[in-house]
Structures are given as C-alpha cells and as structure tokens.
C-alpha cells in the first residue's frame, strides 16, 4: 500500500510493504497537489516531471515551508528518451536515495510511447528504479525509511490513446487511485466551501477500497476529509469496523 | 519490492529450488508442473539454464539487471524487480494476448536463480545505466516508423 499517499490523504498508520500506486484523475483534479503532498509529508523525496510547476499546487498556507521543500529534489525531463535515461542512471547521479518517488504528468511521457512494450518499458523502469532505492535504504542502517514508494499521476480524458496503456500500466502499479469529480457535494453546493470537490478512491489488492473527499478552494487550496462507508447512521462505528476489517487483511 | 507470481507459480520454483538443493537435479513430477504452469516456455527455459544462458549483471553501486542469450543468439534484457522482458514474445504473448504469465527469458531468469545456473558479470555504474537502456536501439524506440 503506499503509505505516502495515505498519509497524504490523512489516513496515518504503518501498511505492509508499499504498491507502486498511479493517481489517476480528469485535469484540474488535484493529482499534482496529492503528489506534491506526499512529498512533503516524507522523509526524501524525488519528483519528477515533464516540466516546473507553475506555483506549488494545494499548498495550504504555512506548509509550503522551506524545511519541507528541502527534502524534495525537482527533476524535469522534457521528454521520454530524457526521463529513460535519467531512470538508468540515477544510481550515478543521485547523492543518496529518496524515500519517495514521485512522477507527475505521465500521460506525457506514454504520448511518446510507440507501443504497448515501450509503455511497459517506462513502467517497469520506474518499479525498477524505487526498487534500487529500496535495496539501497535497507543497506543503509541509519537511514530513516525503509523502502522507496512509488507514485505516479496520470490525466485521463477517456478518449486518449495513451489509456489503452492502461491494462499494461496496471501490471506494474498494483494500486490505483481514481480521482472523480463529486457530484453528491456539488449539488450541496453550501457545504462545499470552495469551487470544486472531487473524490478519491484507492483500490488496491488484498484491502478494502478507501476514499475520500478532496475540495480546491478558490485559491487552489486543497483540503482532505475522509469519506465513511457502510453504516452511515453511526460514522464512528462504522470507521472502527472499517479499520478492523482492514487489519485482518 | 521483488517480481510476483502468481502463488502456485512461486511455490512450484522454491520446491524446484529446494529439490535442487537436495539432489542437484529437478525431479519429473515438478518438470510436468512446470509445462502445466508456464506452458511451452518451460521446455525452453529448461534449455536456456542448460545452456547457462542466464547472467546477472552488478554495478559497484548495487543496480542490477538480467541479460539472457536467446536461442537466436540474441540478447534479451530482463529487469530483476518487475516482469520485463525485451524480447518480442513478451510484448505480443505476455502483454497483448495474456497468454502467458511470463516470456521463456523471465522463466530462465527465475529457474537460474531457483539451480544456482546463473553468470554473473560486474560492469561499472555507467555500464549497467546503458544496458538497462541498450534496448532502445532494438526496438527503435522514440524514432519515427
Ligand atoms: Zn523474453
């Protein structure tokens, strides 16, 4: 499970080893500021994207802090021969390994994929990478985490090519992360308190689906609140069952 | 994170370990399981290992990576923590069709490692990053068909 992007999410609470997770979402659904997120709340991170940000996405205020933002190292390759060869070598290059590693914008690079075995290629490179930084945190006896996860966020449109690569990129990254816009919230338009409310909903194998509420202020503030299933007329109940179904798993 | 087989394939190559361990030779019983589970790449991976096909390649810095000679004296690049391979058979029989679970080189790739048949090769930092890139130029990935 990845833990980063629960933790992100503002579910707390060690899981067993982490899945290669893809945040999979409409534009403007808020899969930057959940990557971003994720980098800031862990140790070292590594972001890697096409090209900079404009402005740090769903920051809220005071988190943006510089401490936080040191722990993240930005690397944009402009292109996919740019990030292969950058995956390939980051043994060399990098100082020490990231505990996170954090792609934005994968549609981008899959663009450039000539079929589904360049597309698996990318995927499998990325798995292979934050597997090399895993053996290299587990080598390392103070290090402060104990493997490297992996998140990558992809725009899906549902009419672009790039999502026939789904089925091969879901080979890769077990646990998927599907961010819909919520209607249920925009009918109650009082409650919402910002211009757009989306959900997020984390499937993965081996444990119960989880989601949650993301909502965009309209400053481009993001706030998470957790979304509680099943015995709606006792949430506190319900979100005990929930966490004890999950710990049988 | 290691590569993951489904389980009943992961528990018919540690018994394959095991009883190699034992009697330095893979008993019948797990050679049919074998074909009944991988299918017609287990006669050929089968071959690969004989062959001793498999080797493992290190960088000082701990990356590693899989190359296997393919019959057609070909070399194949397979990665260590995730099924891939670069031969055509996994991109047509493994990632279109899901025929099957695995190419031949992947299966070769475990079975080396199960019977201690694999080389291994030490190459520098910079070696092993263009050998798990090497492949573009077989694939002519990123150029204009
Ligand atoms: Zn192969």
């Known amino acids: 499970m990845s833990a980063a992007l629960q933790g992100a999410l503002g579910a707390a609470g060690p899981g067993p080893a982490p899945t290669p997770t893809l945040v999979l979402g ?181 444990a119960a689906d989880q989601e949650w509420r993301l909502g965009f202020g309209l400053d481009g503030e993001m706030s998470v609140s957790p979304v509680l299933w099943g015995r709606a007329e006792d949430p506190g109940a319900a979100s005990d069952t929930d966490r004890a179904a999950g710990a049988e798993k | 994170m290691e590569a993951t087989l489904p389980a009943v394939a992961e528990e018919l190559l540690k018994e394959i370990k095991k009883a190699f361990q034992e009697t330095s030779h893979v008993p019948d019983d797990l050679l049919l399981a074998l074909k009944f589970v991988f299918g017609s790449s287990a006669v050929a991976a089968l071959d690969l290992v004989d062959q001793h096909s498999v080797t493992r390649i290190v960088s000082p810095r701990g990356r590693a990576v899989y190359q296997v000679l393919g019959s057609s004296g070909k070399l194949y690049t397979c990665y260590t923590s995730c099924h891939f391979c670069t031969c055509p058979a996994f991109a047509f029989s493994v990632l279109r069709k899901h025929d099957s679970l695995v190419c031949k080189h992947i299966l070769a790739m475990y079975l080396s490692q199960a019977t201690g048949a694999c080389q291994e090769l030490s190459v520098s930092d910079q070696q092993l990053a263009s050998i798990l890139l090497a492949e573009e130029k077989e694939e002519g990935l990123g150029t204009v068909r």
């Open chain 1, 26 to 206: 409409p534009a403007r659904s808020g899969r930057s500021a959940l990557l971003f997120r994720a980098a800031l709340g862990g140790p070292r991170a590594l972001f890697l994207a096409p090209r900079a940000l404009q402005r740090l996405p769903g920051a809220r205020r005071g988190e943006s802090d510089p401490r936080g933002l040191q722990r993240i190292q930005f690397l944009y390759p402009p292109s996919l021969r740019e990030l292969l060869r950058l995956l390939a070598s980051l043994h060399q290059s990098l100082p020490g390994p990231p505990a996170l590693l954090l792609l934005d914008g994968l549609e981008q690079y899959l663009a450039g994929c000539p079929g589904p075995q360049a597309a698996a290629r990318l995927a499998a490179l990325l798995v292979d990478t934050a597997s090399y930084f895993t053996g290299r945190l587990g080598a390392d006896p103070q290090g402060s985490a104990p493997c490297c996860q992996l998140i990558a966020s992809m725009r899906v449109s549902g009419e672009t090519e790039v999502e026939d690569h789904l089925c091969i990129l879901q080979r890769y990254f077990p646990a998927q992360c599907w961010l819909c816009l919520d209607s249920a919230a925009a009918l109650g338009q009082e409650d919402c308190g910002g211009d757009r409310m989306f959900r997020a909903r984390l499937s993965q194998p081996g």
